[in-house]
């Protein structure tokens, strides 16, 4: 079970809502915490219950294509394509083996000879394997968009890396184009079934790779046409951001953005070569910046220079709480550097990575943290404007989204109270009678 691993290490942590039902939905995570924590068991008209959450707009800015496909559909694009490699051939087996591989970093704890990291990236091999046509990346796109809308998700980012989808003989611009076309026509779907979402594409290189300057120019080329911007990932440890100093740079040149995993699996080094040798507009993850933020035993803080300079630029924290639990980069939910990031006010961020190998939607990463650390509707609020401040697409448009979607959105949330006496109430007094009747 992932609640064996989230809680790993922990000693008489009071808390039990995640472990009873991590699976069913933030819901009874959400009243279960609140039960058991006295002064907490009120709900005011800003308490983030389940129901609230899933209807509450959502920003999201780190998502992966390929680690977000429904288990169904990995089955039947293998079977489309005589793919034969799957570990499981029926959707909840196969959902489960996706969780229990991600969560393999984590439970091995490095004694297992890497055994756990290869096991974790096996599950993208599946994925990648079944993405290797037109009409997979379309409909891939298009239920990555649909899924996300169902969730309340006003705005994503979905990132992926073309050069993963070239083995059937796609070029890098079909991939692109048909990733596109997937998305809008997801959009569609989710508009028709009374959802609105609109989605734009990261395009990823990988950092062991040598075709981040193609792939950056590919994505300035797909600028205003579906790409919004440009990222790399793959493993921190051995491939600094700075061997892609020239596909940055060209960036730059291009007025165009980029994000860069960093500050995952390593630490500050990673986090500070993509700010300051390569100019990241955000942080994907970044969670280890907590190693330079320093809490005395009577509570004060000290941030150290690199901590200081990325609160003081508001430099966006891709911070992904599920994500962070499997590899190991954070111990639970509870001591998820998120609450002190937060408290600090970082611009933080909260991020799915791989919905499909996390188990996870938007709504239950908010639930996590309404459970762990109590938060309403308007920290949820607070995290989803700091989203959407730190998306790619135009000033104008990310204003937009703010004051026209995101904080009518929740306002309408807040105010439901004053509407529910007038539905629940027939206006007549029980045990009242007409005088003289
Ligand atoms: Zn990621």
Redesign the pocket.
Known sequence: MQSENRHAGETGTPHTAAETAPRAGAGAAVRAADAARPGTALVTPATATAERIVRAPKVLL?D?LDGGLRPSTVIELADAVGYRDLPETEPGKLAEWFREAADSPAKAQGDDGGKGLERYLETFAHTCAVMQTRDALFRVAAECAEDLAADGVVYAEI?YAPEQHLEAGLSLEEVVEAVNEGFREGERRALAAGNRIRVGALLTAMRHAARSLEIAELANRYRDLGVVGFDI?GAEAGFPPTRHLDAFEYLKRENNHFTI?AGEAFGLPSIWQALQWCGADRL??GVRLIDDIHVAEDGTVKLGRLASYVRDKRVPLEL?PT?NLQTGAAPSYERHPIGLLRALHFRVTVNT??RLMSATTMSREFGHLVDAFGYTLDDLEWITVNSMKSAFIPFDERLAMINDVIKPGYAELKAEWLFQHAAGSSGVASGSATPGA
């Open positions: 780190h992966h990132r990932a995993h994907g993850h992904c994500s990575d791989n």
